[in-house]
């Protein structure tokens, strides 16, 4: 990562925005010397990005960008101009199989939803077990659970995410059912405690995802400062997960995208 040195203090001591500014957010999407951070601006430069560029113009940003926060601000707007479009089942699978950047094969993974989900059962499972690449697998994954919601509780959705057999993107798509389980009902959902903990301490890297991404809807509750300062101080990241750095990274992300 290029960087200025002396930006890089500033940068990471620097207080939260009020009401981020575009330039501000592309300069932490480039600068800031905490990954998350980097992220958390790309994320909410999504909505620009997707404003005032062109389709090619995204794909050469999602895939070139100066940055990792660029590139996925430019990948999530990337993604939200390739929805609803007349995009073919053909070019999505090619594009979520064989682009050689992660955003790009991410951002084709909306619009190929719209297709899988009328797939049959069958069909779904040779993808997400076997799917040419991880988004394939979560893509399929997402698809069949969507068919299928009903038939997994909790337990199941915990086992999913323990089967070292499985895809990783089944797992992965698995985890993020499970978090809607880590959050309702009411009655048995997990407080913030919990998912911290399972965030930071989880079995696997797909049960801690599970409560990170549950996580994430307490968390954008904070204020922006708090979360700021939280994610500045991963500069270390020393005994902290990377779903629970995350985490905070998504939550930040969203307030900033919100405009606060």
């Known amino acids: 990562m290029r960087v200025v040195g002396c930006l890089l203090a500033v940068l990471a001591a620097a207080p939260a925005f009020a009401g981020p500014s575009v330039g501000s957010l592309e300069r932490v999407a480039v600068e800031h010397v905490v990954p998350e951070m980097r992220l958390a601006a790309g994320f909410a430069l999504a909505g620009h990005f997707e404003a005032t560029q062109t389709e090619q113009e995204l794909l050469v940003l999602a895939q070139e960008g100066v940055s990792d926060g660029i590139q996925r601000g430019a990948g999530i707007a990337l993604g939200r101009?390739?929805?609803?479009?007349?995009?073919t089942r053909v070019f999505l699978l090619n594009t979520?199989?064989?682009?050689?950047s992660e955003q790009v094969r991410r951002a084709a993974v909306p619009a190929l939803l719209e297709f899988l989900v009328s797939y049959n059962?069958?069909?779904l499972e040779y993808l997400y077990s076997r799917?040419?690449?991880e988004e394939l697998q979560y893509a399929a994954g997402v698809a069949y659970f969507q068919?299928?919601?009903g038939k997994f509780n909790k337990a199941s959705l915990e086992a999913i995410c323990r089967d070292e057999a499985a895809s990783s993107g089944f797992r992965r798509a698995a985890a993020e059912l499970l978090a809607g389980h880590y959050l309702f009902p009411l009655a048995s959902a997990l407080g913030r405690a919990e998912l911290e903990q399972l965030a930071l301490g989880g079995d696997n890297e797909y049960l801690r995802y599970a409560a990170a991404y549950a996580l994430v809807n307490v968390l954008v509750a904070d204020p922006v400062p708090s979360l700021y300062a939280k994610v500045a101080s991963f500069l270390d990241g020393s005994g902290l997960s990377a779903e629970y750095r995350w985490?905070?990274?998504q939550a930040l992300g969203i307030r900033w995208a919100q405009g606060n």
Not at 96 to 100: D, G, I, Q, Y
């Open 121 to 123: 059962t069958t069909a």
């Open 81 to 87: 101009v390739w929805l609803g479009s007349e995009k």
């Open 147 to 149: 068919n299928n919601r």
């Open 96 to 100: 979520v199989t064989e682009s050689a």
């Open 131 to 133: 799917g040419a690449s």
């Open 247 to 249: 985490a905070y990274g």
